[in-house]
């Protein structure tokens, strides 16, 4: 009987609202607790579209919200009492906002068990949030003011494999051992544009991705990737590295795949592994290039095309240098898998 009253009652409120000229899916999502100044689609029922309202807070979420977005608005804080019911978010898109460290309620992303996207690209941060939630996965925080990594802040996100920093104002001190510590499971970090002048420590072994481009990093400590075993794609892209701060074997390592080194102050071309498949050197000083010195394999030994001892390259840029074709007979010789090669 209390069923058939429900479902009455149901069925009075919608003729009501029909009458009143409401969309039905309107009325439905109002029904479902979505807040008036978003969408919920029917169709997506677990996501919460409130990006681009000009919102100065975050509207009260309802329970069932797995997806929730809030960018392009002006919001200044993230508070536990609009989030109070939100216990399930697996993602929140909190990007080009006006948020700062200030105005993140204290224990208030640690109560999100269950979120594995947090999004808060183009804000005000000062410094790395605190107080992450454990089941984070990915954590975009690029384009804000960020100078400081707290200590043990990534302690327990061992979840965590995708870390965005690029276009912040962190220097060589904000990024050490102790800051990065608690990283176990990491495989893309991006520092790129920033303001570091050496090679980050403390990176975790599992990183497989390392994007520096745009910084001022003048040197490559020896053996540097020794401690980074499963390297596989390295942008260092417009840094400041000259031969001279480039140590003949340390790109010698042969996880690496993809290696760009353009816009930099390169004369010569570095020793390469022989399973590295892209190159980027263009734009640097570079005047000419010797298969004999950079081949990774005794050109003599290289006599057949699909011998396991065949350097992997199938693309080269060496445009923006001193170089001038035709490339010399021994780079052909040595790279046989060569598909394009950029002068």
Not at 67 to 81: F, R, V
Not at 150 to 175: I, T, Y
Request: proline residues 7%; neutral net charge; contains cysteine.
């Amino acid at each position: 009987m209390a069923h058939l009253l429900s479902l009455l009652c149901t069925l009075l409120l919608v003729g009501s609202a029909i009458g009143q000229d409401m969309p039905y899916e309107e009325y439905m999502a109002q029904l479902q607790g979505c807040p008036k100044e978003c969408r919920c689609p029917p169709n997506f029922p677990r996501a919460v579209y409130c990006d681009s309202k000009g919102l100065k807070s975050i509207p009260n979420i309802p329970p069932h919200t797995w997806y929730l977005y809030l960018q392009n608005n002006l919001i200044e804080g993230i508070t536990a009492d609009s989030l109070r019911n939100a216990t399930s978010l697996r993602w929140l898109n909190l990007n080009r906002n006006k948020i700062t460290n200030e105005g993140v309620e204290d224990g208030v992303l640690s109560s999100m068990s269950q979120l594995a996207h947090l999004y808060m690209d183009d804000n005000l941060l000062s410094s790395v949030p605190t107080k992450l939630p454990a089941s984070l996965e990915h954590l975009r925080l690029s384009r804000n003011r960020i100078s400081k990594i707290p200590s043990g802040v990534f302690n327990g996100l061992n979840k965590l494999n995708l870390l965005d920093l690029q276009g912040n104002k962190l220097m060589d001190d904000a990024v050490t051992e102790v800051s990065l510590k608690g990283l176990n499971n990491l495989v893309q970090i991006n520092l790129a544009k920033n303001q570091l002048t050496t090679m980050p420590l403390g990176l975790p072994p599992t990183t497989t991705q390392l994007f520096l481009d745009g910084n001022n990093i003048e040197k490559i400590p020896a053996g540097y990737f020794k401690d980074l075993p499963k390297v596989a794609f390295l942008r260092l892209n417009h840094n400041k590295l000259g031969s001279g701060g480039v140590p003949k074997n340390v790109f010698n390592v042969s996880s690496i795949l993809d290696l760009q080194l353009s816009h930099n102050q390169l004369t010569e071309v570095p020793v390469i592994p022989s399973g590295l498949e892209h190159l980027h050197l263009d734009h640097n000083n570079i005047k000419s290039v010797d298969g004999t010195n950079v081949c990774p394999v005794a050109i003599n030994t290289v006599d057949d095309a699909v011998s396991e001892s065949v350097p992997r390259l199938r693309y080269l840029r060496l445009d923006g240098n001193e170089i001038k074709p035709p490339i010399p007979n021994n780079v052909i010789l040595c790279f046989r898998l060569l598909r394009s090669i950029v002068i």
